[in-house]
């Protein structure tokens, strides 16, 4: 299979597995948030933001790195597993060692500390899982992880559903979604068991053995860990701000369900991260000049979609809002109006993918950190005057920094152009985008038309303004023809 078709395929089935996990959480949101409220449901949020930063002690980076280095060479594939499962297990208990402690620090009801419990466990299960998932990215084999995630998403609204028909404690529910993850776990296993371990040697030499021992491993997933520790920043660390800054906890709740709905938003650029990590590390190694034509086209459809889909978000936080959360949660459109903008970040998750590639983590650690200390500062010096809304608008300045310093390096260290010009078009579409919504909402036309006229002036720009090359639109127009007709004869040769 070519490379592009390679591509075309895990996107697909990757694209099929995060629209399933969207589509679930949207519905498990929305059932539980109006079951339980503003402020139970900061307390939710507040235990997982707590409970996913304590998490990076037991990932470490691991995931990243197996599927950088199985993705090189296959044959290294269970001895890695083995030694990743090995140490995650020996970290969970100091995790939860790590927990207890925060946890009783806060002086909480024993409602409230059972809660933390339960979504750790849950983090846990989904951490032991996703070192099985990372082989199968590594072997490009995204539908087994897809496939399982559907079945997990299945089970976990289904007992949600019931749950709250039944009027169970909000811990119950928990309980009956940390089932539905060890579902999945089993299921994965099995389907590792029989892909992966009756098809894969763990044979390899002396030589290779002595590289893999656990502090060669360590050294190399470090800068893979420190990356992570600066990513969760934008979902987790703000949480974590705004609670230390003892906001209430109703405002807790309500900032926490702005940033789940700008979470779920930001899994669509990150399928491109997914997939091109293990698919363009060997095209960069096979042909770099391959390679530079990718990543040039590939950047210019994310910056087009990405700054445009963010301002159209946006402009219709309310739609959003009401649909997933109800009339409870009516506080958090303002905030999700900011957060929507973090979309701009997509070409963030191709710079990302392109540092792990030239191995150059540590300069993309250096480019986070200094988001990082844009967005605590930012954090520390106006939500205690303005409340959340600035918890929301340091989240967008650390993106915006970002995406002003990232790329620089990146062309200057693969010799290429940066498309200057390609860029401004995308500014300027995006503000003629803004304008007109805001015309659009002023005089407060409805929604729908108001989507369509956004609609209509999107393309009257893109067709304009000229984004792509006459060349590579109409390439992947008959690129997308050609897969289609193909499906289509299949069909009736069948």
């Known amino acids: 299979m070519s490379f592009t078709k390679k591509l075309f395929k895990n996107t697909a089935w990757l ?43 037991v990932n470490f980076g691991f995931d990243q790195y197996l599927v950088l280095n199985i993705s090189k060479n296959k044959n290294l594939t269970l001895i890695l597993w083995k030694k990743i499962l090995k140490y995650k297990l020996y970290a969970i208990p100091i995790y939860f060692i790590f927990l207890t402690f925060l946890i009783f620090s806060k002086h909480w009801s024993n409602s409230y500390i059972l809660i933390i419990y339960l979504v750790a466990f849950s983090l846990i299960i989904e951490s032991l899982t996703s070192i099985i998932v990372s082989v199968f990215h590594s072997h490009q084999l995204m539908k087994y992880d897809v496939w399982t995630q559907l079945i ?127 698919a363009f590390s060997s095209l960069y190694v096979e042909n770099i000049n391959d390679f ?52 701009i970040g997509g070409p963030g998750y191709l710079f990302g993918s392109t540092m792990l590639i030239i191995n150059k983590q540590y300069v993309s650690l250096l480019f986070y950190s200094l988001a990082l200390i844009i967005v605590i500062c930012f954090s520390l010096i106006f939500i205690p005057t303005f409340g959340v809304i600035a918890a929301c608008l340091a989240m967008v300045s650390g993106v915006v920094a970002g995406q002003i310093i990232y790329p620089v390096f990146i062309f200057r260290r693969l010799k290429m152009k940066f498309p200057a010009l390609f860029l401004l078009k995308v ?60 499906k289509f004869n299949s069909v009736f040769t069948k």
């Open 152 to 278: 997990k998403s299945f089970f976990v609204l289904v007992l949600s559903v019931i749950g709250v028909q039944l009027k169970f404690d909000f811990k119950i529910i928990l309980l009956l979604n940390l089932v539905a993850f060890l579902i999945r776990l089993s299921i994965i296993y099995l389907l590792f068991k029989t892909v992966i371990i009756k098809n894969f040697s763990i044979q390899t030499n002396q030589n290779q053995l002595s590289e893999l021992r656990y502090v060669k491993i360590i050294k190399e997933s470090f800068p893979l860990f420190l990356l992570s520790i600066v990513g969760i920043i934008y979902s987790n660390l703000v949480v974590l701000i705004v609670e230390w800054l003892n906001v209430p906890l109703k405002d807790l709740g309500v900032f926490v369900a702005a940033t789940r709905l700008q979470n779920y938003l930001m899994l669509i650029p990150s399928i491109l991260y997914t997939v091109i990590t293990p």
């Open 292 to 343: 530079k034509d990718k990543f040039i086209y590939a950047l210019k459809l994310l910056y087009f979609f990405s700054y445009i889909f963010a301002v159209i978000i946006s402009l219709n936080a309310d739609l959003f809002v009401h649909i997933v959360y109800g009339n409870k949660f009516e506080a958090a459109i303002p905030l999700f109006a900011v957060q929507a903008l973090m979309l």
């Open 427 to 486: 500014i300027i579409t995006s503000l003629s985008i803004f304008i007109i919504g805001l015309g659009a909402k002023y005089f407060q036309l409805n929604m729908y038309y108001r989507n369509i006229v956004l609609l209509i002036s999107l393309f009257i720009l893109f067709f304009t303004l000229g984004f792509l090359k006459e060349k590579e639109v109409r390439s992947f127009k008959d690129f997308i023809l050609l897969r289609f007709n193909d």
């Open 15 to 57: 694209t099929l597995g995060q629209v399933s996990n969207v589509f679930t959480s949207f519905f498990w949101v929305a059932i539980i948030a109006r079951y339980i409220g503003p402020e139970l449901y900061g307390i939710y949020g507040y235990s997982f933001s707590v409970a996913s930063l304590l998490l990076l002690m």
